[in-house]
């Protein structure tokens, strides 16, 4: 494959963007060579500036759920762009995405929208701090939520590939209120809360881990913490940025049965354009400003043409059977890989909720971050230049999701599936 206008570009955006990328992760570096630059997507394609198409399983790392370039989705960002970008004012569009929110997550009775999971996640730690007076909070090992400082410890996700999960310009000050826990290692958790007694503000996690590949809750983890929190007075805070409306159209928390007191969204309620938001009870809610102290805003907040793309792509998730769907295509192609790979003799283990997934180069299981650090990173890499060679556009880097779209046909499954076994035969 030729890839000369992207390695121009890419020439050119190094000597203008640190790394020439605005995240990281998407620089392939781990990957073992030089980023593709995009020129358009359709439907379960992707399709670079030299020319090259590609099926297409980072979905813009989550969102694109129902393919790119919805046409519904792309006619209601024209028509409500024709009536203006932004206006940092309220619409009745965010009263239409928060009801419909709602509608999905019973627990999430009042919501803020804001621009990006970052935010979400930032603002619900503030929140929880702020209500309940405490300022440590728990994180998971591994699990990423975005890059606010008191998150950037022990991360996933692009901190992990690149070996720095707890990042330099993190003050130590701050750190220090962040604990860590092994993932799916309830034991770990009652232990830390006893040892911190009355001082945890919040716990926060990935219901599903989708930033050191695809970890599934253990059997009992999330009941656990749920049971943990209320017995100790925590905040609970489910980070669905990934698992929102993917796995179901209430999220691992309809999946699982387990709710938070909090709950931060994103990617796929912005339709592709940038959206986050925060939601739970009206209690914890109503303490943010204007109704109460804690501080939280933003010019873009509430954007018109993210409301207008997520309550059109939600509309079409409303549809009769579009998780059989995805279920069905993820499952296909879980068969096909799972045939492909027990012929091989290279090492893997395939993890899949719903619509997302990830192989690790390993035996496996891999039930926390320790477990996903023993993959072997320069087979995945052999792997996915392999893929991308052969047309296939995966996730960058080991520690990442892959994501199904309902745009997927039933031939790209079959060409991935193939792209598969001669990958092998490369790693
Ligand atoms: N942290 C994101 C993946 N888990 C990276 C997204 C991006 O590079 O766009």
Known sequence: MNHNKSEQLFTAAKAIIPGGVNSPVRAFKSAGCNPIFIDKAAGSKIYDVDGNAYIDYVGSWGPMILGHCHPKVVEAIQKTAASGASFGAPTALETELAEMVNDAYPNIEKVRMV?????????????????????KILKFDGC??????SLLVKAGSGAATFGVPTSPGVPADF???TLTATYNDLTEVKAMVAANKGEIACIILEAIAGNMGCVPPAPGFLQGLRDLCTAEDIILIIDEVMTGFRVAYGGAQEYYGVRGDLVCLGK???GGLPVGAFGGKSEIMESLSPEGGIYQAGTLSGNPLAMSAGITTLKLLQEEGFYQQIEEKSSYLEAGLQQVTAASPVATCWQR???MFCTYFQEGPVNNFA???NSDTDAFGRYFRSMLDQGINLAPAQFEAGFMSVAHSKEDLDKTIAAVEKALTAV
């Open 115 to 135: 621009s990006s999971g970052t935010e979400a996640t930032m603002s619900a730690i503030r929140l929880a701090r702020g209500y309940t007076g405490r300022d």
């Open 144 to 149: 990423y939520h975005g890059h606010a400082d």
């Open 175 to 177: 750190a220090k209120h």
């Open 268 to 270: 796929i309620i912005g």
């Open 353 to 355: 909720v719903g619509g």
């Open 371 to 373: 477990d996903a650090l």
